[in-house]
């Protein structure tokens, strides 16, 4: 089982950039996935949450309006489209998928915005 993030990097404050978490080794239509964040020295954020099917989507406030959580089950990839980030968006993101009984995580990505 693997979830591999990738697509980080540095970026200026009011850039994008777009994470990618694949996955293998699993049933990924079958499983609820999230981001989630941990920024320098504080603990871990939950940043945005979908469902197996992609229908619902679910956004922490601080992000809300700028990023935007998507997937693809042909591809078994989770996708994050971040707008207009900050500073404050500055963390290690996970991708994290779960069902009953079963829990993954990705080793993560770093983004950091900065001038």
């Known amino acids: 089982v693997q979830l591999v993030e990738s697509g980080g990097g540095l970026v200026q404050p009011g850039g994008s950039l777009r994470l990618s978490c694949a996955a293998s080794?699993?049933?990924?239509?079958?499983?609820?996935m999230s981001w989630v964040r941990q920024a320098p020295g504080k603990g871990l954020e939950w940043v945005s949450d979908?469902?197996?099917?992609?229908?619902?989507?679910y956004y922490a406030d601080s992000v809300k309006c700028r990023f935007t959580i998507s997937r693809d089950n042909a591809k078994n990839t989770l996708y994050l489209q971040m707008n207009s980030l900050k500073p404050e968006d500055t963390a290690l993101y996970y991708c994290?998928?779960?069902?009953?009984?079963?829990?993954?995580w990705g080793q993560g990505t770093q983004v950091t915005v900065s001038s």
């Open positions: 080794g699993f049933t990924f239509s079958s499983y609820y």
């Open positions: 994290w998928g779960r069902a009953t009984g079963y829990d993954y």
């Open positions: 979908i469902n197996s099917g992609g229908g619902s989507t």
